[in-house]
């Protein structure tokens, strides 16, 4: 599943990008100043492209981390769901899954169970932030699914996380 949300963000950039015309205004925005503001003359669906999934997997942020056996935010974790909350406010196209993530300690039980209390509150703090309950799915993945795979602290650091993953919203 994660997969293919990957692979549908990157088949929609590529879409995006391919029917955009970079100097459909000529030479006068070339170098990206102008009309339009924040993001004129970036190449849309590129990670420089505000608007694009890119943007909000590279900029914004799409993942937080949390402490071991913990489902509650950080500050970090705040300031980064801030800033998704903003996006999807503005970009109301898309649609969320929240995956929630554990390290290999614990239980295959245990670690579904705190997966999905990461991501109810990675949800819970989007609602709060104004973001409709309807553009947002939950999903625990618990340890099945790590970023990295080692025995370390550092290892079980970055799969101690909730990912949020955007797609588009189809149209009807």
């Not at 029917?19 to 993001?39: E, K, L």
């Not at 937080?64 to 980064?80: K, N, R, W």
């Not at 295959?108 to 709060?128: F, H, K, M, P, T």
Request: aromatic share 6%.
């Amino acid at each position: 599943m994660r997969h293919l949300s990957k692979a549908l963000i990157v088949v929609a950039g590529l879409a995006v990008s391919a029917c955009s015309n970079p100097d459909r205004f000529g030479d006068q925005y070339a170098d990206g100043t102008g009309a339009g503001g924040v993001g004129a003359g970036a190449v849309a669906g590129t990670a420089q492209d505000p608007q694009s999934p890119l943007y909000f997997q590279q900029t914004i942020g799409d993942r937080v981390l949390f402490a071991v056996d913990q489902s509650t935010l950080s500050p970090t974790a705040t300031a980064t769901l801030d800033g998704q909350a903003q996006w999807l406010a503005t970009n109301v196209e898309y649609n969320a899954i929240i995956e929630g993530h554990a390290d290999e300690q614990g239980t295959r039980q245990y670690n579904i169970a705190l997966g999905a209390r990461r991501a109810n509150a990675v949800q819970e703090y989007l609602i709060s932030r104004g973001v409709s309950p309807a553009r947002l799915k939950v999903i625990s993945y618990g340890k099945e699914r790590p970023l990295e795979i080692c025995s370390e602290e550092s290892c079980y650091a970055k799969n101690r996380r909730a990912v949020t993953v955007i797609s588009a919203v189809p149209a009807s």
